[in-house]
């Protein structure tokens, strides 16, 4: 089994390694061939309608081919399931997200589940998922401590986790204690270093959206299921404009360099 895992910032060695550790050995399945890809551009935080639609053509774009590759699936590497919709329409091997996995798997082990993220600018990613999924009902909560900093979507937590990790576990209690989850669910693919350490110290599951999404699509590959291809699903385009995306693309490739974090605007 092959499967790509696409992040969603175009991350040199280092970057793209702290990504690849998300997935510790001893979770890796033997036989199963894991590929992390990083795109060729990004917006710089991915906090606005604006990051979205550069978060969606980028991770399309990265993924567009990897049926041809010879991949049994692809997942994405952000908790925003950006570029989900898109590659489902464009290929028939599954294409799986954290947001999706993660939240559809705390449906089935409680009944209200909260999101515990790093940002309030994030927030507004979520609302979205969880109208375009239907799971208004089963969130209790959205909650994120007030850090001294935005997040670091490269060096993750590293180096912070005296700051974050009591913060992070503040808020999940609040939202056990006050909003009445019975689930909480990490709001980003960054906070898989705090993962141990809330499970630990709540009473209830603590989900890492990193390690979900890949064991279920090890499950789904496995067992021959995959998204539906029908109309009102995922259909596929009646002509694919790939040339026209990887054209665009490439123009802009910056992997392994800095200039996906400066403002465009101001630059060009």
Known sequence: ??????????????GLTNRENGIPEDLRT??????????KNSPTWGDSAHDSLLDDFFEYEAGMRSEEEGFDAVCIDTVSDSGLNPLRSRLDILVLGPGIASFHVA???GHKFSIVTMW???VYLYEKL???????????SIRYPELKSP????????????????ALEAVAWRCIDEDGADTIVLGSTTMYQAHEYLSSRLPVPVINPVTVQY?????????????????RAWMPPTVAKDTVIGTAAAAVDVRGTDLWMEDQ???D
């Open 120 to 122: 309030e600018r994030w």
């Open 265 to 267: 605007v101001e630059r």
């Open 1 to 14: 089994m092959r499967i790509k895992v696409i992040s969603p910032f175009p991350f040199d060695e280092t």
């Open 215 to 231: 064991k279920m699509a090890e499950l789904l590959v496995g067992l021959g299921l995959r998204h539906s291809k029908r109309v």
């Open 130 to 140: 969880l109208t375009e999924y239907g799971l208004w009902n089963h969130c209790a």
């Open 30 to 39: 033997p036989g199963t061939e894991i590929v992390f890809e990083a795109v």
């Open 151 to 166: 997040p670091d979507v490269s060096n993750l937590l590293s180096g912070k986790e005296d700051e974050t990790f009591p």
């Open 107 to 109: 449906c089935m082990l």
